[in-house]
């Protein structure tokens, strides 16, 4: 079956240090990729959608500068959180949409990023 | 290792149809599991389940948990086409903190 696969599952870092998140799509391509973050009260707030081989679309609100995303193939996208602050703590999760569909897609198992 | 694993990944039914989604789950320290609806910008929340044998119902949704086996089922009754999208499963455990797991989230189409 379809598995996408989301890595590290929990990650610390220092304040001002920046750390990388990876989304593979693991047996089908996924030309679109998507990134999430989670917030209290248990609400996913759409961050970016990514596009093999072009630049992100992100949403309102999102600083492109410091959640950078890059999906250079078609299983693999990156969001990269720049010097971080405690404020970026929390869940992050990305899906990937299966090559040729415009429905189906598939979540990764979430990460985790704690900023100290 | 902790995971949470959703069944079917997808699923086409007929208009009126129920419909019957699965969730299992291994992780540390369960706290709580939550079903979304995959729509629009992101997931919409749909139930929290922290107690075994307790049924939650909004409209045609419901959802039940068995903490014993470890799984819940999210069913849809009469279902429409509305109800087309993805549901996400996510579980709460305790590790050094919250820490969630996301399954990978089933692709229901229901068809006139």
């Known amino acids: 079956g379809a598995v996408v696969s989301q890595h590290p599952s929990r990650v610390i870092c220092k304040s001002g240090t920046s750390v990388k998140i990876e989304c593979r799509s693991l047996?089908?391509?996924?030309?679109?990729m998507f990134w999430y973050r989670q917030f209290p009260k248990k609400s996913l707030m759409l961050m970016a959608t990514s596009n093999e081989g072009s630049k992100a679309t992100y949403e309102q609100g999102v600083e492109k500068d410091k959640f950078l995303i890059n999906h250079a193939s078609l299983t693999l996208s990156t969001l990269t959180v720049t010097s971080a602050h405690p404020e970026d703590s929390s869940f992050y999760i990305c899906?990937?949409?299966?090559?040729?569909?415009?429905?189906?897609?598939?979540f990764g198992q979430g990460t985790r990023l704690t900023v100290v | 290792e902790d995971k949470v694993v959703q069944s079917p990944l997808s699923l086409v039914v007929h208009e009126g149809d129920t419909v019957t989604l699965n969730c299992s789950y291994e992780?540390?320290?369960?706290?709580?599991l939550l079903w979304y609806k995959q729509e629009k910008k992101a997931p919409t929340f749909l139930f929290m389940l922290t107690s075994s044998g307790i049924e939650k119902k909004s409209g045609r949704l419901s959802s039940i948990l068995d903490k014993k086996e470890l799984f819940s089922i999210l069913n849809i009754t009469a279902t429409q086409t509305g109800d087309s999208a993805i549901y996400l499963c996510?579980?709460?455990?305790?590790?050094?903190?919250?820490?969630?797991?996301f399954g990978t989230g089933t692709s229901l189409t229901v068809i006139p």
């Open positions: 992780v540390t320290n369960f706290r709580s």
């Open positions: 996510a579980v709460l455990g305790l590790v050094t903190g919250n820490q969630f797991y």
């Open positions: 047996d089908f391509q996924a030309t679109t």
């Open positions: 899906s990937a949409r299966v090559r040729g569909t415009n429905t189906e897609a598939f």
